[in-house]
């Protein structure tokens, strides 16, 4: 009977409960188990060269090709199973979920209701709330427009953003969070921001109060960083004579200068109207060309061109950066000779 190495990239894993990822392994086992596809039994457990290693004695055949297609991502030669912790759990095991509204509005399963929570929400003012289904962490939210903001939590550009809730959700992946919209304010603009973060608050306060171990906001206040806290390590290197303001005197005259009242005609550039060489040489342009003919359709500001084609700006900036043809137009920074 052939023994079948599965060596698991870590994606954090050193941060979790060892017998929490054994009950993880076994729950799976028993599914190929169950199904009639071969017993396999986890016979050994633990980390090898910064890797979770599991041994398992499969028989062979329809339980090896059931493991290829749908937990394993490559099998070498050597019988040795590459894959991740996601792939092999792409949903769960699971937390019950803790909702801070008991009458929410909607609950999603994030990645099957992508397409209903663009529809439901858009052009719709709504508090929302994130949460882990692993570790049990929760974020929660406003949007003004509803859909554009819940949607950007697939956008790669946002996610590339060092704040908790993109992390949690780069490494456990959308499947292993649910998505509840909390309150729905109404159509966008018909309430005020100021109330609409005053409702973020209510929810907020609850998160901070009751579930203070679970936070995956920065800070316990809505639409500010008043409350952030920064690590000790961030101190420590900002400290002493590595802050590099240390040591440094300021002379009355720029202090004055810069707690004095910028607004109106205070500010330098008030009543400066620029002029068309100037704002000419500040704008970003896009040039578009017919792919084929390289005739020039016409150039267009990033914001322009983004609306004009129908496009988002990670796609517009995907094809300049990338020189490839959109939809048979070539979009590029500089005018081709």
């Known amino acids: 009977m052939p023994k079948i190495i599965a060596i698991f990239s870590l994606l954090g894993l050193e941060n979790m409960n060892l017998s929490y990822i054994y009950e993880c392994v076994c729950l799976a086992c028993d599914v190929v188990s169950a199904a009639g596809l071969g017993e396999i039994k986890a016979t050994q457990i633990g980390w090898e060269n910064n890797n979770f290693k599991i041994c398992a004695g499969p028989e062979a055949g329809v339980a ?30 699971h937390l019950y979920p803790k909702i801070l509204n008991t009458e929410p509005v909607h609950v999603y399963t994030p990645n099957l209701n992508r397409n209903l929570i663009g529809v439901q929400n858009r052009k719709r003012t709504v508090i929302y709330q994130w949460m882990n289904l692993i570790n049990g962490k929760i974020y929660v939210g406003s949007a003004w427009n509803g859909s554009f903001r819940l949607l950007s939590y697939w ?45 973020e608050q209510f929810y907020l306060n609850i998160l901070f109060s009751k579930y203070p171990q679970c936070v995956l906001n920065n800070t316990p206040t809505a639409g500010s960083t008043l409350g952030f806290k920064h690590t000790d390590e961030f101190k420590f290197n900002r400290s002493g004579k590595l802050n590099p303001m240390y040591s440094k005197i300021f002379s009355t005259e720029f202090i004055k200068m810069q707690v004095r009242s910028k607004a109106g005609i205070n500010n330098p550039q008030y009543d400066i109207k620029k002029s068309t060489s100037t704002i000419a040489k500040l704008t970003k342009l896009v040039y578009v060309y017919e792919y084929e003919t390289k005739i020039l359709i016409g150039s267009y500001s990033t914001v322009q061109c983004s609306k004009h084609f129908k496009m988002g700006k990670d796609t517009l900036t995907k094809y300049l950066k990338s020189g490839q043809p959109y939809k048979n137009k070539l979009f590029s920074r500089k005018k081709l000779l």
């Open 64 to 93: 090896r090709d059931f493991l290829n297609y749908f937990l394993i991502e490559k099998i070498n030669s050597d019988n040795c199973i590459t894959t991740s912790f996601s792939t092999l759990f792409p949903f769960g095991p």
């Open 155 to 199: 956008t790669p550009s946002v996610l590339k953003r060092n704040l908790l809730i993109y992390n949690n959700l780069k490494k456990y992946g959308h499947n292993n969070f649910i998505l509840i919209i909390l309150e729905d304010l109404g159509s966008t603009g018909s309430v005020t921001k100021n109330y609409m973060l005053d409702r």
